[in-house]
């Protein structure tokens, strides 16, 4: 049973029958173009132009539609003897269709860190040095669980039970907080029961971290890829661009083992808090012999767990090759288990009657913003270096950064961890402040204060690319009106259509953008580290004393940073708030996720899936079981994003089943995107690999497009792939055609250029007539090939 499942991957009939014999169940004239959308979500009555149609396959989270007249279509392949049958696949749902999904906000971060993974450079060989680079970008991703949990101890144990609650000014203002107060003498009073309810909130966020991980993980990564049967594997799989593997776009192993060691890193972080706090009391004099004996077992207890959990992330990595159905069940359900029995232990023990302990100050332990940030840094050098080692072997001048795209990345995801965990301790002490309680730790101010220096360099590189966009639309404006001899002219016109493109070429600077951001960052973050521990004081009381414009600078720079990083925090909330109720603005939030979460969760676990673990097998069993089915031609059409799946998809199938197929592609980032970012998967060989598998592949792109482009460059657009860019706008003034000014498309609307259909009928014609192989799916190929299950109506 389980093998009728699988597409057929070119094994051949019994020579009686008629699928042996080549002929054709549904007539040779039947062709299907398949439509996939790009980015920011668009609705199955859009892509068909048509407000009636209806699902023939998936459910409501992504599926096959078509227009109602054409639901049987295979039944009557007759009435389609002069054009294709449309059907679309749509897959915003899988990022912006649930509510819930408005809280991916908060894991920005860990989807930036598990981008750094895939953008590691194309290179010849160095086996070492590409698993190397794999484990030190796992490694950060683990920091940022580390950092995240470690802000939520901040909130809850230091600030609120530690420092508010250990003081009667801010405890009796609150009366939430007033049973913990010392001054009511009850049971919660000292500071180690107060710590062990605070541990509550990390806990659970842990907790919450883990499920959500689950439940995705369920229902993305454990989506079964098809299968080859046994004996018909392609022997030449592992020679060919890494997309190509059957188990690719499968990681159910790899996820399920990091979500367990991130797990349990966020709860050994909670008992290190609580732990710290409370050995360092039982050291004192006057301590418990027996309480610090505790205290020395657990500290070795968790320095020993956490190798492990180090050791689990670094011991293994993708397994690409086949799909790997094995589960770590021991790691997988005992580590995080074991990591609880120790946070339990830890509770206990700080629990424990201590009857003179006060607390004051910050809480033990408060330079672990330092050290991580530290450790971060490190991490993110060591990337470079070995980006820049791995790119020596295959140097393309192309690649982004020169191959140092994923140190840049993971810089920006430490960043983006450090503004969010700044910013709910900022604005948290805010709201405590005034009642004599010390705030959040040095680092964090410090960090803060470098804020508004980051952004002044950002400003003046977003200054400099604004003026040499407008010097690029001058020199544009000429050639721009040159194009249109014969026509009134119209400076306003000329000029919009000149700043449209030079506009566009914008994504060619993003590097120095990116790369910009994170140079500064990497700097500023080690001139705070130095400064907090230099003069263990905030910016603004270290400045005391220098002359007074430095004086002033400092107390002005932490006071707008602790702003703006507060302000910044605010905006993320509120977007989150917004897109949870309004699905306009969670469908302009899902653009973000649309572009983040193509790649597998490679690195962090707690990111937001990846919906190509869905849409490429259900892709690929569509494309697979319809031309085995009905012996049709296929043109997978993609726009923008969509254009990369149709890539990934085609990367997938069969070597029988590509012969059937086509590509065209328009708007689409492969190249000018993806190709520069990330090199070892969509770089020069990858894509021109795929063109060689891909005998029929035609992409439309527009100069004033700024995201697509040609996807063969060499040093022009390969004729064989790449149409002349297509005209924008269609028409520059009035004309008999367009007696309305003509709109500048851009990056949209590909399908209004009447040179799409030309080239759809074209690759229509160009695909060969090829006999039909034995279906597996025999017993329903009609009701399949419309997208009901194998084997029975529906």
């Known amino acids: 049973m389980a093998s009728s499942m699988q597409p057929d991957t070119g094994a051949t009939a019994d020579s009686g029958t008629t699928e042996a014999r080549g002929e054709r169940r549904y007539g040779t004239e039947l062709a299907l173009e398949l439509l996939v959308h790009g980015v920011g979500g668009t609705t199955p009555q859009e892509m068909l132009d048509d407000p009636s149609v209806v699902r023939i396959a998936g459910d409501d989270t992504a599926g096959i539609h078509r227009r109602r007249e054409d639901a049987e279509a295979e039944s009557r392949p007759a009435d389609y003897r002069d054009r294709p049958v449309p059907e679309a696949y749509c897959w915003s749902n899988l990022t912006s269709g649930n509510g819930a999904r408005a809280l991916w906000l908060v894991l920005l971060p860990f989807m930036v860190a598990n981008l750094a993974h895939w953008m590691r450079p194309a290179s010849l060989g160095h086996t070492t040095a590409v698993r190397t680079y794999g484990v030190l970008v796992r490694l950060v991703a683990l920091s940022l669980t580390v950092l995240l949990v470690a802000a939520a101890c901040e909130v809850a144990l230091d600030l609120t039970a530690w420092q508010c609650a250990g003081v009667e000014a801010c405890a009796s203002g609150r009366s939430w907080l007033g049973f913990l107060s010392p001054e009511r003498g009850g049971w919660w009073s000292q500071p180690g029961r107060r710590l062990a309810l605070a541990a509550l909130v990390p806990t659970g966020l842990t907790g919450l971290l883990w499920w959500l991980s689950h439940r995705t993980w369920s229902a993305y990564e454990s989506q079964p890829p098809v299968r080859r049967p046994v004996g018909e594997e392609d022997p030449e799989a592992a020679a060919r661009p890494a997309l190509c593997l059957p188990g690719f776009w499968y990681g159910r192993r790899l996820v399920a083992r990091l979500r367990a060691a991130h797990t349990a890193a966020g709860f050994l972080t909670v008992a290190a808090a609580l732990a710290a706090a409370a050995t360092r009391y039982d050291r004192k004099p006057g301590g418990s012999a027996w309480l610090d004996a505790v205290g020395w077992a657990l500290e070795v207890t968790l320095v ?188 306003s016109r000329t000029l919009r259509i000149a700043v449209t493109l030079a506009a566009a070429r914008l994504t060619d600077y993003a590097p120095w953008f990116v790369g910009t951001f994170a140079a500064a960052t990497l700097l500023l973050g080690g001139g705070a580290i130095t400064g907090a521990w230099a003069t263990h004081q905030e910016p603004g009381q270290a400045a005391e004393g220098t002359p007074g414009l430095m004086a002033a600078g400092a107390q002005l720079a932490q006071a707008l940073g602790s702003w703006l990083i507060g302000v910044a925090f605010i905006l993320l909330i509120a977007s989150g708030r917004r897109a949870y109720r309004d699905p306009s603005a969670r469908r302009t939030i899902g653009i973000l996720w649309d572009v983040g979460t193509f790649w597998p969760r490679a690195a962090h676990p707690f990111a937001p899936p990846c919906y190509a673990e869905r849409a490429v097998p259900d892709l690929t069993w569509r494309m697979a079981t319809w031309t085995q089915c009905t012996g049709g031609r296929l043109v997978i059409s993609g726009h923008s994003q969509g254009s990369v799946l149709a890539a990934a998809v085609v990367w997938q199938l069969a070597p029988h089943t590509r012969r059937r197929v086509a590509l065209l592609t328009y708007g689409s980032p492969l190249e000018r995107l993806y190709g520069r970012w990330f090199p070892a998967y969509f770089g020069r060989g990858p894509l021109r690999a795929l063109h060689s598998e891909v005998h029929y592949w035609r992409n439309l792109w527009r100069r004033t497009d700024p995201i697509g482009g040609p996807v063969m460059p060499v040093d022009a657009a390969d004729p064989e792939v790449d149409r002349a860019p297509l005209q924008d706008p269609l028409a520059y003034g009035r004309t008999l055609e367009h007696p309305l000014p003509a709109p500048i498309l851009g990056h949209g609307d590909y399908q209004a250029d009447p040179a799409f259909a030309e080239e759809r009928a074209g690759l229509l014609a160009r695909l060969p007539d090829v006999p039909l192989q034995r279906s597996v799916l025999a017993a329903g190929p009609v009701r399949a090939a419309r997208g009901g299950p194998p084997g029975k109506g529906v």
Do not use: N
Request: proline letters at 6%; a neutral charge; one cysteine or more.
């Open 304 to 491: 020993a767990s956490g190798a492990f959990v180090v050791w689990v992330v670094c011991s293994r990595g993708r397994s690409e090759s086949a799909p790997d159905d094995r589960m770590d069940r021991a790691i997988v359900r005992a580590l995080p288990g074991a990591a609880l029995v120790v946070l339990a232990v830890a509770v206990l023990h700080a629990a424990w009657s201590r009857p003179g302990w006060r607390s004051s100050g910050w809480l033990p332990g408060d330079e672990t913003f330092a050290v991580l940030a530290l450790v971060q840094g490190t991490l993110v050098l060591a990337i470079g270096v070995t980006a820049w080692w791995l790119g020596r072997s295959a140097a393309d001048d192309r690649t982004a950064l020169g191959g140092l795209g994923g140190a840049a990345c993971a810089m920006v995801a430490c960043a983006l961890g450090g503004l969010m965990s700044g910013g709910v301790s900022q604005r948290v002490a805010d709201w405590l402040d005034g009642t004599g309680i010390p705030g959040p730790p040095v680092v964090l101010s410090w960090q803060a204060a470098m804020i508004p220096v980051l952004l002044l360099v950002l400003a003046a590189l977003a200054g400099s690319f604004a003026v040499r966009t407008w010097r690029t639309a001058r020199r544009e404006a000429p050639a721009v009106r040159a194009g249109h001899p014969g026509e009134p002219e119209d400076t």
